[in-house]
Nanobody, 120 residues
Framework: QVQLVESGGDLVQAGGSLRLSCAAS????????MGWYRQAPGKQRELVAT???????NYADSVKGRFPIFRDSAENTVYLQMNSLKPEDTAVYYC??????????????WGTGTQVTVSS
């Protein structure tokens, strides 16, 4: 089984920056793609950004130009660089991955989340 662990969430002022990290660990696998989602208090969970194994990216309109997503050379860690943060970015951010294990089993685990709070 593969586990995802997020880190980097913090309390920051509007206009500041944070970098979120998500590391995949466990059984040998192929990571086909990874992404970030967020859920604010009283709102439903929404997609923020995704990246494929080939490097193709997709972003929510609300974060385009502000939150680039990228992966390390080993492609077992994904990052979300959060710039020009706004109070409306406050949420718990979750990592998700599309994984195929050596056995051929494919599944999509979730991390447990990291809190981002932006003050005005």
């Amino acid at each position: 089984q593969v586990q995802l662990v997020e880190s980097g969430g913090d309390l920051v002022q509007a206009g500041g920056s944070l970098r979120l990290s998500c590391a995949a660990s466990g059984s040998s696998c192929s990571i086909n793609g990874m992404g970030w989602y967020r859920q604010a208090p009283g709102k439903q969970r929404e997609l923020v950004a995704t990246i494929t194994g080939g490097g193709s990216t997709n972003y929510a309109d609300s974060v385009k130009g502000r939150f680039p997503i990228f992966r390390d050379s080993a492609e077992n860690t994904v990052y979300l660089q959060m710039n020009s943060l706004k109070p409306e970015d406050t949420a718990v951010y979750y990592c998700n991955a599309d994984i195929t294990l050596y056995s051929g089993y494919r599944y999509m685990p979730w991390g447990t989340g990291t809190q981002v709070t932006v003050s005005s």
